[in-house]
């Protein structure tokens, strides 16, 4: 199983970025897809989840709002719209994939089977 994340960079505040994830070597459709973030010195955080059909998401607080999840399982990529960018978005972002039914499966990163490389987001004041 790969999953392929892309698409962060370096961006100023009240930006916009869009990253995606490709996956292979799993049933895409099948899983439940989130991402993730993390900054340094921090721990991984939650950032949003979408279900198989790409019909429920769900977001951490402090990205409701900004980001929206999205899926297109004819292409196996989930993706990962931000915007009004802030200084404290920065991070390592990471999608993962989750055989978890979407209704069980809560925000801890243990409960998700696969992982993305990660793609860094610097977002500037």
């Known amino acids: 199983v790969q999953l392929q994340a892309s698409g962060g960079g370096l961006v100023q505040a009240g930006g916009s970025l869009r990253l995606s994830c490709a996956a292979s070597?799993?049933?895409?459709?099948?899983?439940?897809m989130g991402w993730f973030r993390q900054a340094p010195g921090k721990e991984r955080e939650f950032v949003g989840r979408i279900d198989w059909s790409g019909g429920r998401t769900y977001y951490a607080d402090s990205v409701k709002g900004r980001f929206s999840i999205s899926r297109d399982n004819a292409k196996n990529t989930v993706y990962l719209q931000m915007n009004s960018l802030k200084p404290e978005d920065t991070a390592v972002y990471y999608c993962?994939?989750?055989?978890?039914?979407?209704?069980?499966?809560?925000?801890?990163?243990?409960?998700?089977?696969?992982w993305g490389q990660g793609t860094l987001v610097t977002v500037s004041s």
């Open positions: 993962a994939a989750a055989s978890r039914s979407y209704s069980s499966i809560s925000v801890s990163p243990d409960e998700y089977d696969y």
């Open positions: 070597g799993l049933i895409f459709s099948s899983y439940v």
